[in-house]
């Protein structure tokens, strides 16, 4: 196989991947529940409940990267078995590419920043951000991307060797 042949399929991959990250950017719009500040005349507050609704946003990121991941780097896996370890890189490449932009589309399609808005009385709940805080959700996506070749490579049948075979018994 050609570099340029190698090469090809490798920015497809990265570009339909990152197709797959804004797709899972408005899926998890749509499942995560954000956490809701409420206003009160000392400004905004969240409580302790609310707190653990925050965990709630990163965790569906994870889960959604995690899973789309796994298949992409399975599908990737048995699509170019002959491309070998130069797969890692290219999993690797796509998936932080992916966790990039279904972040940015969280927070750009999600709620506004609760210290923006304006017109607020007290007892007004405002919805959290979509933000994630941290890189380690976003490795989840590689790590569920570097899962999936492994399986489809373990699981995938051996390729009988010539020569290999035991043709005969010897006797002693």
Known sequence: MSVKSWLSAA?????????????????????????QWEYR?????L????????????AWFAVIGFVLSVVF??????????????LAPVVIVATVVAALICSRVGYS???????????LQPGDRVPMRFELGAVSPMLMWTLG????IVAATFLRAPEPVQGDAVTARSEP
Do not use: H, K, N, Y
Not at 41 to 45: A, D, S
Not at 109 to 119: E, Y
């Open 109 to 119: 399609f999600g709620p506004p920043d609760p210290q923006t808005v304006t017109g």
């Open 73 to 86: 780097g399975w599908v990737l896996a048995v699509r170019r078995a002959a491309d070998g370890w130069r």
């Open 11 to 35: 920015v497809t991959a990265v570009l339909i991947m990152a197709v797959l990250g804004a797709a899972a950017g408005f899926l998890w719009l749509a499942v995560a529940q954000p956490a």
């Open 47 to 58: 409580s302790e409940g609310a707190a653990a609704a925050q965990f709630g946003i990163v």
């Open 145 to 148: 991307g570097l899962l999936g």
């Open 41 to 45: 005349e000392q400004g905004l507050v």
